[in-house]
Structure formats: C-alpha cells, structure tokens
C-alpha cells in the first residue's frame, strides 16, 4: 500500500535551519509528483514546493523563495526539503505529498494529490 512518512520536524529559533525528510513506498517514487504542503490552525492549506519527477521541475510559492529547497532522492524513494533563514510566520504542520505525473494546470492544488503523510510540525521560535 502506499504510505508517505514525514520526520525532521521540531523547534527551532529564528533564522535557523532544519530538512524534512518524506519516506514513500508502496508506489514508483520517480513516476511521482512530490510536495510540501503547510497549514497553521484556522488556514486553508498552502502549497509550499514540488518537484516533478520527469525533468525536475520545481517550484516554490512566493514566501519561501531563496530560503528553501526542494529535492528528491529516487534511489532512497525519498522527499527533502531544506528549510534556511526560518521565520515565526513558517511555523506549520509540514505535509508530503504525491500525485502521479499528469497534466494539470496547477501542481500546487490540494485536489490534485493522491497521497499525503501524516505532517510534521515545525515551530519556529521568535
């Protein structure tokens, strides 16, 4: 079956650091979309990041440019997401994410994925 594990999230102070790892199995990681989505208490959740499996594309939503990386070890069927210069306003649960490789007009909709973790919480301290 397909499952998608998240870890790395914890505390951390201002203009800190930390990297996400998702785990996936169950499914062809390098066929995959993967994602990190974000949501605080009272909020719609926010695409973060993708990055396609065929030719790397990638793509990070405003807020994060130039301070996060996404990346993917398909050999380790694994997700990273680097997070640099980390603010109180990027304190979120983090979620992986997958979708197969199609078309769509937007890669950054919570509609189009398939498959989610659990979340990890990232708390940055002010």
């Known amino acids: 079956h397909v499952q998608l594990v998240e870890s790395g999230g914890g505390v951390v102070q201002f203009g800190g650091s930390v990297r996400l790892s998702c785990v996936v199995s169950?499914?062809?990681?390098?066929?995959?979309?993967m994602a990190w989505f974000r949501q605080t208490p009272g909020k719609e959740r926010e695409g973060v990041s993708y990055?396609?499996?065929?030719?790397?594309?990638?793509y990070y939503t405003d807020s994060v440019k130039g301070r996060f990386t996404i990346s993917r070890d398909n050999a380790k069927n694994t997700l990273y997401l680097q997070m640099n210069n980390l603010k109180p306003e990027d304190t979120a649960v983090y979620f992986c994410?997958?979708?197969?490789?199609?078309?769509?007009?937007?890669?950054?909709?919570?509609?189009?994925?398939?498959?989610w973790g659990r979340g990890t919480q990232v708390t940055v301290s002010s």
């Open positions: 169950g499914f062809t990681f390098d066929h995959y979309v």
């Open positions: 994410a997958a979708m197969i490789e199609v078309p769509v007009s937007n890669l950054m909709r919570t509609a189009n994925y398939n498959d």
């Open positions: 990055i396609k499996g065929s030719d790397g594309t990638t």
